[in-house]
């Protein structure tokens, strides 16, 4: 059954911090995150492959890292210097990479998402 749960949304000010946690009940060859502002497309956050490659958009490279723990099953993203444009509900994504690579066309499977808001 694929599960996929995300935590440690909240709402902090512009320059804050935030991690993100994903618990996830398989394992795929693409687990990631992405993002979608209402009223606009999911966008793919970050995202890395089994064999360890790791691909950011570029308006959080420098500020976002994903990373995993295997043993735990956990995939997180620590989140920086946030800005008010990171605002947005974010979710744990999982895909066979199929389609572009684990890129959001890569991606199956999503989660129900964790909300992030950033406050000028």
């Known amino acids: 059954q694929v599960q996929l749960a995300e935590s440690g949304g909240g709402s902090v000010q512009t320059g804050g911090s935030l991690r993100l946690s994903c618990r996830y009940s398989?394992?795929?060859?693409?687990l990631g995150w992405s993002r979608q502002v209402s009223g606009k497309r999911r966008e793919g956050v970050a995202a890395r492959s089994r064999d360890g490659t790791v691909i950011y958009a570029d308006s959080v490279k420098g500020r976002f890292t994903i990373s995993q723990d295997n043993a735990k099953k956990i995939l997180y993203l620590q989140m920086n210097n946030l800005k008010p444009d990171d605002t947005a509900m974010y979710y744990c994504?999982?895909?066979?990479?199929?389609?572009?690579?684990?890129?959001?066309?890569?991606?199956?499977?999503w989660g129900k998402g964790t909300l992030v808001n950033i406050s000028s």
């Open positions: 994504a999982a895909g066979a990479g199929y389609d572009g690579g684990c890129t959001e066309n890569g991606m199956d499977y």
């Open positions: 398989f394992t795929s060859y693409c």
